[in-house]
């Protein structure tokens, strides 16, 4: 039966407030303590070897180097075993068509951190649109000293290969949260939490400024600005030729933003609702509602993708063009322009479908206004994304156009394929598309996967909804309830959990082997290996945004009910038992396994809770908690905290339950969610007596957990092992 929380229950009074002091010297000896406990119990053997084994996959040279193009060049950022912070390089199409491509490194970071000393983790590129016929040359460095969120943005010169000189104009911007954007070569626009800039309650910037090459952030002039209880504020520029303009968001929550665009050196908003999403791609303006919209009469489902012209809705017009409506098994996923088409990444039942729309022509039949055709791509119970190379490239040297697109297709069993193709109208003037795609790069196989089978079911949750749900196990599976199972999900933020190939799951909890039951004739147990499911709950996105809205606040328990509702059927169909199913979430994911330890403690064995959130009393005054109040609701407004405290794993502890095995990681530079959460919850339920509770904090790593691949390794294989003990072996 399910144990909740009595709406009369007296809120407990927090006796860990003083973990709250991330930094703290007598906190961090409480960390050493639990971390040392945890790690006598884990890292036996057995670990040091599924360690070894997780670290060559994440290693591995044979691994897909995705790149993405920038003029004539291709950049990856790698990391592997002899780079374990990772090279930014770059080679040609030529080269990279090959097995043992020419990479022209630009950026050795392992180097850097040496020589500088800090700890320096790489969150990418942001380049300077070159003028006509010059090569891209500048770029901005995001660099994280320890994983987290916040970045130091560094310009950098990729033929010098060098950092440009501060002390000769380099743009070199403290660390703190935000985002930058090249307006001009000696201009930016930049929205940043340092040199004293405002910052909302939510941690993120507040306000953003222009700023000139070799002048002072805090002296530089303000540009746009948001309240401070709005999330955040975000600027860019859009410096495609012919339609440059400057955009500026103000992120009111999660959900809901006004978009604005510069003219005449005032903003002047967009007018839509505030949920609905805008995106500007040349002459067009997109709108994807999170809520039905009305409009002149006309009523545009939830999750639907609509378009009009940019100028003609700013002068006022309001005559939308339909691309795609939603039904009740298909949801629009994201969207990619090339040149001359829209790519649209579609889900139905959790697999992929790709339609390509041609502006230029047409529709033929309901249901949309371009023409569209379905690329044959996407095999069944797999996740296939389509997306543009470069939608500038008219004639590049590599021989690409605009209209090229990259394919990445992976599944549970399927090693992921990339592929490049080429969009072509029919040439007989008849609506549709003609694509050609091949592959260009295969990853590897990490373990046997064709000894596996994948297969979906449906759960059916309390209210009756269907949930759907992938389970990867062992071909001829025996249905007795004796398979150790780990069951993952998200359910939060609208992010969709589709198939996607791990060689680490693989290696770790697939093909792990141990005998448990007896076989048919009595004799010798059967050894066996583990069965791995994903469930699609609500709170996701894998049905769209009502399919989000379905588990939002009051609503939240629904997300849990169908978690639990795949648990149930798991042991029902005789895949597991309680002894046997355990579940892993992370960061929301967290706080959705923090409430199966909590509300549901019947169906679960062993409970493995990463960077989560678990006090919804005090998570929005905690690292970025504020941000999320339009998931969740905010615990400060009583009538919101009397459904709140229904869903936070730290006030649902009680005396006399018997829980799950319990190990609860997180990271001490997460500055997303914070390790806050987790300490307390392990604090609160090892003070209460509560056997097997285990918890391990890594002192770098951001929200992440890890910031190199050894790192990684090590937290992947914590979870993976003490699942694997609790479930099949038995903790000491």
């Keep these: 039966m399910t144990t909740t929380a009595a709406d009369s229950a007296p809120e407990p009074v927090d006796e860990n407030v003083w973990l709250e002091e991330i930094y703290g010297e007598e906190q961090l000896a409480w960390v050493k303590e639990q971390n040392s406990r945890t790690e006598d119990l884990l890292e036996d053997a057995d670990y040091a070897g599924l360690e070894g084994s997780i670290l060559e996959v994440l290693d591995s040279t044979d691994r897909i180097a995705m790149v993405g193009k920038r003029g004539d060049w291709y950049y990856n950022f790698w990391k ?23 990479w022209d490194v630009l950026l050795d970071v392992d180097e850097l951190a040496a020589a500088e000393g800090q700890e320096w983790v790489f969150h990418g590129a942001t380049f300077l649109r070159p003028g006509a016929g010059e090569p891209y040359r500048l770029a901005l460095l995001a660099l994280s000293p320890d994983g987290g969120d916040a970045n130091r943005y560094r310009e950098f010169d990729v033929e010098s290969r060098s950092f440009v000189d501060p002390a000769r104009g380099g743009f070199d911007l403290p660390t703190a949260k935000g985002n930058v954007s090249w307006l001009d070569a000696d201009t930016l626009l930049v929205a940043s939490t340092a040199d004293g800039l405002p910052k909302t309650a939510s941690s993120y910037a507040r306000t953003a400024v222009t700023l000139k090459r070799g002048a002072e952030l805090a002296g530089a002039p303000l540009l746009f600005e948001v309240p401070e209880h709005h999330m955040m504020a975000v600027v860019a520029h859009d410096s495609t030729p012919g339609f440059e303009r400057t955009f500026a968001v103000d992120y009111i929550d999660f959900f809901n933003r006004r978009n604005l665009v ?116 996407c095999p069944p119970l797999h996740d296939v994304n389509a997306y543009a190379v470069d939608d500038e490239d008219a004639e590049a040297s590599d021989g690409g156009a605009g209209d090229d697109f990259w394919l990445v297709a992976t599944g549970f069993t399927t090693p992921t394929t990339l592929m490049r193709g080429t969009l072509e109208r029919t040439s007989d003037g008849t609506p549709g ?38 389970q990867v196990a062992p071909r001829n599976l025996a249905l007795d ?45 059967h050894s066996r290996g583990g069965v791995y499911v994903v469930a699609n709950i609500r709170g996701g996105g894998e049905y769209g945004p009502a399919w989000h809205r379905a588990a939002l606040q009051e609503n939240r328990h629904k997300a849990y009910q169908d978690f639990a509702a795949v648990a149930r059927d798991l042991i029902s169909r005789g895949v597991t038992s309680r002894e046997r199913l355990g579940c892993v979430g992370g960061s929301n994911g967290g706080l959705l396994v923090g409430n199966m330890l909590t509300r549901y403690p019947e169906l679960f064995g062993a409970v493995s809770c990463g960077v989560p959130l678990l006090d919804m009393r005090g998570y929005t005054r905690l690292s970025a908690g504020h941000s999320w109040i339009a998931e969740y609701g905010d615990p400060d407004v009583p009538e919101q905290w009397e459904y709140i405290r229904t869903f936070s794993p730290y006030h649902l502890l009680k005396d006399g339950v018997e829980y799950p095995e319990t190990f609860i990681w997180t990271a001490t530079s997460d500055d997303r969610v914070g390790p806050v959460q987790a300490r307390k919850m392990a604090a609160r339920m090892l003070a209460m007596g509560i056997p097997n509770v285990w918890f391990h904090e890594a002192l770098e790593g951001g929200h992440a957990g890890a910031s190199d691949n050894r790192q990684a390794a090590a937290l992947q294989a914590r979870s993976q092992h003490f699942l694997w003990k609790a479930l099949a072996g038995g903790l000491a």
């Design 433 to 470: 598309v003609v694509s050609r795609h091949a592959v260009v790069k295969a990853s590897p196989s990490f373990f046997a996967d064709a000894d596996y089978e994948v297969q979906q079911h449906f759960a059916v949750s309390e209210d009756g909804t269907r949930v759907p749900y992938f």
């Design 262 to 377: 510069l003219r005449d050196g005032e903003w002047v908003q967009i007018d839509v609702p505030t949920d609905v999403n805008v995106s500007a791609h040349r002459e067009w303006l997109l709108f994807r509602p999170q809520q039905d919209w009305a409009i002149d009469g006309t009523t545009y489902p939830a999750g639907s993708l609509l378009a009009c012209g940019f100028e003609d809705y700013l002068a006022g017009a309001r005559e939308l063009a339909v691309l795609f409506a939603p039904d009740a098994r298909t949801s629009l996923q994201s969207w990619s322009w090339t040149r001359n088409f829209l790519l649209l990444n579609l889900l139905k039942d959790v697999s992929s479908e790709i339609r390509v729309l041609d502006p230029s022509r047409p529709s033929d039949g309901p249901g949309g206004a371009w023409a569209a055709t379905l690329l044959d791509a």
């Design 481 to 525: 309830g004796q398979n150790p199972t780990q069951l993952s999900g998200y359910g939060g933020f609208e992010v969709s959990r589709t198939p996607a190939y791990s060689g680490t799951v693989g290696r770790a909890w697939l093909e792990r082997r141990t005998s448990l039951s007896a076989g048919a004739d009595g004799d010798a147990p």
């Design 80 to 102: 592997d075993r002899h780079n374990p912070k990772g090279l930014w390089r770059r080679t040609t199409w030529e080269s990279y068509c090959t097995d043992s491509p020419e």
